[in-house]
């Protein structure tokens, strides 16, 4: 069979078949009277053999060996085709990741794509302090697209960062949060963490619905951020989580002043006093605990509150008798 049919059949351009001559991956059998190249059908298998190789991605020179080294094995090449597709699929992913972000910032001119290509870089650098001014000049430049902000501040390790990451999703709004409530449920509790101190940060009411849900999370991490940020917005859900917290000793400081902000209204103030006192009354709460839910008293106003300090300084562990009278020196002094 002449080059031009085999080229036809094989789907192999003529000039390719004459490069396979060249390199000898492929020599037809014999030559016409003419002088032109004939290839027979152990050839043609070859040929197909070839093309069926190079679709997997390997070189031409692999082939080669593929056909004439004894000692080749299949399994190392084959493995490293498959390292090296991994690598060329995930730079490709990047780069249409990049390119999404571009096109969603709407870029009006080539100025705007260099300044946002900048920024996308520098949020990704190994320098703490590009990272930061990246996330400070993200509001102020052109918009970073709301999603690498996302992806910047559920990553970021560095506190001086993050913050400044998250400062600059509350100035975009509500756009990023449906992305911050899939980090609630990531499988990393570092992530989980940084989307409920990046969701505590907006000041919204669809940012407080979505942490009203974080005080059901199984992530005791993501219900203590949940709560203190839900008692500065005066939510009274947090109470429970909040004692807790008093309780537990985590937090304690913050969690009494995020109870102390809740109790303005006089009937919530008497809802938390009592509150306190259920706990402080349960037979299996440690004497730290019990001198930390009455120091939890001190700024809870009311009635309810100033019984609870009275029957305290009775108590009979010494150490909160003593918080429980001295907090109700003050109250009286005031």
């Known amino acids: 069979m002449l080059i031009g049919e085999v080229a036809r059949r094989a789907g192999v351009s003529a000039r390719m078949l004459r490069h396979y001559d060249s390199l000898g991956l492929v020599r037809p059998t014999g030559r016409s009277d003419a002088g032109y190249r004939e290839y027979s059908s152990e050839d043609i ?70 300044q946002i290509v900048a920024l996308l870089q ?15 000049s993200s509001v102020e430049e052109v918009p970073v697209p709301v999603e690498a902000l996302v992806e910047a501040a559920l990553s970021e390790t560095d506190p001086n960062v993050a913050g400044a990451l998250r400062w600059a999703l509350a100035q975009s709004g509500d756009d990023g949060l449906a992305l911050l409530a899939e980090g609630l449920g990531s499988p990393a509790a570092e992530v989980r963490k940084r989307a409920v101190q990046s969701i505590a940060e907006i000041p919204s009411g669809e940012a407080t619905a979505l942490l009203r849900d974080a005080l059901a999370s199984p992530d005791i991490v993501v219900r203590r951020y949940a709560a203190l940020a839900l008692g500065a917005r005066g939510v009274a859900d947090a109470v429970p989580t909040l004692i807790d917290m008093v309780v537990e000793g985590t937090n304690d400081v913050d969690a009494a002043d995020a109870l102390s902000a809740l109790a303005s209204p006089p009937a919530l103030a008497d809802q938390i006093a009592a509150s306190l006192v259920d706990r402080l009354a349960h037979g299996t709460v440690e004497s730290s605990a019990r001198r930390r839910l009455t120091q939890a008293l001190a700024d809870i106003p009311g009635t309810t509150a100033s019984r609870a300090l009275a029957d305290l300084s009775h108590d009979e562990d010494r150490a909160v008798a003593l918080t429980a009278a001295y907090i109700l020196g003050i109250r009286d002094a005031r």
Not at 57 to 78: H, I, K, N, Q, Y
């Open 45 to 114: 298998r070859r040929i197909f053999h070839i093309e069926s190789l190079r679709s997997l991605g390997l070189s031409l020179r692999e082939v080669r060996r593929a056909f004439d080294d004894p000692d080749f094995t299949p399994s190392e090449l084959v493995e490293d085709l498959i390292r090296q597709t991994r690598e060329r699929i995930a730079a490709e992913t990047e780069l249409l990741t990049r390119l999404r972000r571009i096109g969603a910032a709407e870029p009006a001119g080539w100025e705007d794509v260099l």
């Open 122 to 136: 520098a949020l990704g650098s190994k320098s703490a302090g590009k990272r930061q001014r990246a996330a400070l």
